[in-house]
C-alpha cells in the first residue's frame, strides 16, 4: 500500500526538534484552545503550529476533544458516520449512493471522462452541528482519505478519486467511516 | 529524592507531559558533544558528560529564577512554573539512566535518524529519572520480583517470547493490560500488585533495561496532520522539497512510499540494486526531505512573526 501525502508529512513533522521556548508555548496555549473551537486563525500562529512540536501537540489535544464532543452530538441525533456497500450492490455500477440519516455519500462515474467523483450531502440537521471552521473526512477502514473537507453552505463536499483501484472494488472490502477534521 | 513535596508531586506526576516536555526543550540544545563524543568512542567522554549534567542544572536554575521573579503564590492556586524546574533540578543529581539511554543507542544517534533517537533517548532517560526520584525503590522491586510468574504464565499463554519479540511488543499496551487483568482476576484483594495498565508499564520502565517510552507519546498520524491549519500549504512544501531532491534520491523516496508490498523489491531486482544499498540512499533521501521541509516550516514561522 502507498501511503498518502499526509502521512508522509506526519513522518517528517515527527522528527521535528522543539523550536519554541517554554514561555511562547505557555503565551501560545490559551489562543491554540481558542482555535480548536473554531476562532479564525492568526497566520503567525498557524506558522508556529506547524513548526513547534509541542504547540501542535497542545493544539491536536484541544481540537480532538472539541471533535470528540461533536461526534457525541453526531451520536445522539442518529446520525450516519459507517457507509458500507451492501452485498446486494453487484457488478460495477456507475453510481451507488450510502447513508440515509443526516448524511448521504455518492459515488458515481463522470460521463465521458470515465473519473470517479465522491460527494458527502449532509442535511441541513447535520450540517447545523459542524462549527465553523470543522471539515469533514471521509476514510476506508484500510486509512485510505476518500474526501476531506470544509462543508459549503449547502452541506456539500466533493473530492476527485485519484487511485488507480476503482472504488466501487475498494468498497467491496473497505468500509467507510466519517470523521471530522 | 526520596519523598516528593506537593510541587514536586504536581510536576512529576500529575503534569508530567508538560513538565518533560519543557525540561527536554532547555536539556537538548546542551547534548552535542555527548552525543559526539559517544558517536566517537562509544560512550561518553567523563569530563563532557559532567559538563552536561551541570549545564543543564544551571540553565534550568537561570530559567526557575527568571520565573520566580515574577510569580507569586496565591492560596489554593497550581503551584508556580518556577517549582517545576526546581524539581527538575533535583532529578539532574542522578542523571545516570539519561546517559545509559545515550550509550545504548550507541551510533544510533549520528545515524541519519540522529536527532529523533537523541530527543526519544533523553526522554526516556528523563522519564526513569523522575521514577527514580519519586519512588520506594526496594519495595517495587519486591513487587517486580512477584510480577515474574505471573509475566512468565502470561507469556506462555500467549506465546510471547522475550527473545525474539520487539521491544515494542514485548511492552506493548496490549501486554499490560493482560498483566493488569490477570492481577485483577486472580488478586483481587492484593493492593501491593499493580491493578492497571499504566502502573504495570511503569515496572516495564523502571526494571526492564531495554524499555523505551513508545514514540506515539509525541507523534502525530495522517489524520492529526490533515488537522493542522493550513493543510495544503505543509502539502506543497513536502512536494516542492521532493522536486529538489537529487537522484536517484527523488525515485528511491517514491519507490519507499509504498509500505508492506513488493513494489521495493522489484525496484531493487529491475535496476540490480542491493536492498541494503536501497535502504541507505532512502534513509538519506528521508534526512534531506526533512530538513529542507523543517527548514521550510520554520522560515515561514519566523516570516510571520515579523
Known amino acids: 500500500m502507498k501511503i498518502s501525502e499526509a502521512q508522509a508529512l506526519a513522518e517528517i513533522l515527527n522528527r521535528q526538534h522543539e523550536t519554541l521556548e517554554e514561555a511562547e508555548i505557555a503565551?501560545?496555549?490559551?489562543?491554540?484552545?481558542?482555535?480548536?473551537?473554531?476562532?479564525?486563525?492568526?497566520?503567525?500562529?498557524?506558522?508556529?503550529?506547524?513548526?513547534?512540536?509541542?504547540?501542535?501537540?497542545?493544539?491536536?489535544?484541544?481540537?480532538?476533544?472539541?471533535?470528540?464532543?461533536?461526534?457525541?452530538?453526531?451520536?445522539?441525533?442518529?446520525?450516519?458516520?459507517?457507509?458500507?456497500?451492501?452485498?446486494?450492490?453487484?457488478?460495477?455500477?456507475?453510481?451507488?449512493?450510502?447513508?440515509?440519516?443526516g448524511v448521504t455519500v455518492r459515488i458515481v462515474r463522470a460521463p465521458g471522462s470515465g473519473d470517479w467523483l465522491v460527494s458527502v450531502a449532509l442535511s441541513p440537521d447535520a450540517l447545523a452541528l459542524i462549527?465553523?471552521?470543522?471539515?469533514?473526512?471521509?476514510?476506508?477502514?484500510?486509512?485510505?482519505?476518500?474526501?476531506?473537507?470544509?462543508p459549503d453552505r449547502?452541506?456539500?463536499?466533493?473530492?476527485?478519486?485519484?487511485?488507480?483501484?476503482?472504488?466501487?472494488?475498494?468498497?467491496?472490502?473497505?468500509?467507510?467511516?466519517?470523521?471530522?477534521? | 529524592m526520596g519523598q516528593l513535596g506537593p510541587d514536586d508531586r504536581y510536576w512529576l506526576e500529575s503534569?508530567?507531559?508538560?513538565?518533560?516536555?519543557?525540561?527536554?526543550?532547555?536539556?537538548?540544545?546542551?547534548?552535542?558533544?555527548?552525543?559526539?563524543?559517544?558517536?566517537?568512542?562509544?560512550?561518553?567522554?567523563?569530563?563532557?558528560?559532567?559538563?552536561?549534567?551541570?549545564?543543564?542544572?544551571r540553565a534550568l536554575d537561570r530559567t526557575r529564577a527568571a520565573l520566580a521573579a515574577n510569580e507569586g503564590r496565591r492560596a489554593g492556586a497550581a503551584p508556580p512554573r518556577s517549582t517545576m524546574y526546581a524539581a527538575a533540578i533535583s532529578l539532574f543529581g542522578d542523571a545516570e539512566p539519561m546517559r545509559d539511554e545515550l550509550?545504548?543507542?550507541?551510533?544510533?544517534?549520528?545515524?541519519?535518524?540522529?536527532?529523533?533517537?537523541?530527543?526519544g533517548c533523553l526522554r526516556s532517560g528523563l522519564y526513569r529519572m523522575r521514577l527514580r526520584a519519586s519512588s520506594d525503590v526496594e519495595n517495587r522491586a519486591k513487587t517486580w520480583r512477584r510480577l515474574q510468574p505471573i509475566l512468565a504464565l502470561l507469556r506462555n499463554e500467549h506465546g510471547w517470547d522475550d527473545h525474539r519479540d520487539d521491544p515494542r511488543e514485548r511492552y506493548s499496551k496490549a501486554v499490560c493490560e493482560a498483566v493488569a487483568d490477570h492481577v485483577r482476576d486472580h488478586f483481587p484483594a492484593d493492593k501491593n500488585l499493580p491493578r492497571e495498565p499504566d502502573t504495570v508499564r511503569a515496572y516495564f520502565v523502571q526494571f526492564c533495561d531495554d524499555y523505551y517510552e513508545p514514540e506515539d507519546v509525541f507523534d502525530v498520524g495522517a489524520a492529526d496532520v490533515e488537522m493542522l491549519p493550513d493543510f495544503q500549504r505543509g502539502l506543497a512544501y513536502l512536494n516542492e522539497c521532493r522536486g529538489e531532491l537529487p537522484e536517484p534520491h527523488g525515485e528511491i523516496y517514491a519507490v519507499s512510499l509504498h509500505r508492506g508490498d513488493t513494489t521495493v523489491s522489484a525496484f531493487c531486482l529491475k535496476i540490480g540494486m542491493s536492498r541494503r544499498k536501497f535502504h541507505h540512499i532512502r534513509e538519506k533521501a528521508e534526512a534531506l526531505l526533512s530538513d529542507c521541509v523543517l527548514g521550510k516550516l520554520r522560515a515561514r514561522m519566523l516570516e510571520a512573526a515579523r
Open chain 2, 15 to 57: 503534569n508530567w507531559t508538560i513538565s518533560s516536555r519543557s525540561i527536554l526543550g532547555i536539556v537538548t540544545p546542551l547534548v552535542d558533544e555527548v552525543v559526539d563524543s559517544i558517536g566517537r568512542d562509544g560512550k561518553p567522554d567523563e569530563a563532557l558528560w559532567t559538563r552536561f549534567v551541570d549545564r543543564a542544572a
Open chain 1, 131 to 150: 462549527p465553523a471552521g470543522t471539515g469533514v473526512r471521509i476514510a476506508d477502514s484500510g486509512g485510505v482519505t476518500w474526501l476531506s473537507g470544509l
Open chain 1, 27 to 101: 503565551e501560545l496555549e490559551p489562543r491554540l484552545a481558542d482555535y480548536a473551537r473554531g476562532a479564525p486563525w492568526r497566520d503567525d500562529d498557524a506558522a508556529r503550529v506547524w513548526a513547534s512540536p509541542s504547540a501542535r501537540r497542545a493544539y491536536l489535544g484541544a481540537r480532538r476533544a472539541v471533535l470528540a464532543e461533536l461526534e457525541m452530538r453526531w451520536a445522539d441525533r442518529r446520525f450516519d458516520r459507517s457507509f458500507v456497500r451492501m452485498a446486494a450492490d453487484d457488478g460495477d455500477p456507475d453510481e451507488l449512493v450510502l447513508g440515509e440519516a
Open chain 2, 103 to 119: 550509550v545504548r543507542a550507541g551510533e544510533r544517534l549520528t545515524g541519519p535518524d540522529g536527532p529523533a533517537v537523541v530527543w
Open chain 1, 154 to 181: 449547502d452541506g456539500g463536499v466533493d473530492a476527485f478519486w485519484d487511485r488507480d483501484e476503482s472504488p466501487m472494488t475498494r468498497l467491496r472490502t473497505h468500509s467507510l467511516t466519517l470523521g471530522f477534521v
